[in-house]
């Protein structure tokens, strides 16, 4: 397993802390790209292969905006999954 760093200093994390009220999540939006990259990569060669992200596991709109800018289409298992992407302004066909 290789050794990874979070994106942020401990006194970032001391800081973010002391400005928002817990729980909370922190996503690290660079490498979200470059595992959607490199999730892309992987799948070049499969000819007629699209990248879709299920909204029911991540149901954030800025996330889905980030995968939309990397090319993702995305997946609403039901009708309530469907508001995140209308949110991150997916094509409404």
Known sequence: MKNLSLPFTQQ?????????PTPFHIYD??????NARKFKEAF?????FKEFFAVKALPNPYILKILKSEGFGCDCSSPSFCWPK???SWARK
């Open 29 to 34: 939006e660079r490498g979200i790209r470059e």
């Open 86 to 88: 209308r949110l991150a």
């Open 44 to 48: 070049a060669g499969v000819e007629g």
């Open 12 to 20: 970032q994390i001391k800081e973010i802390i002391a400005d928002y």
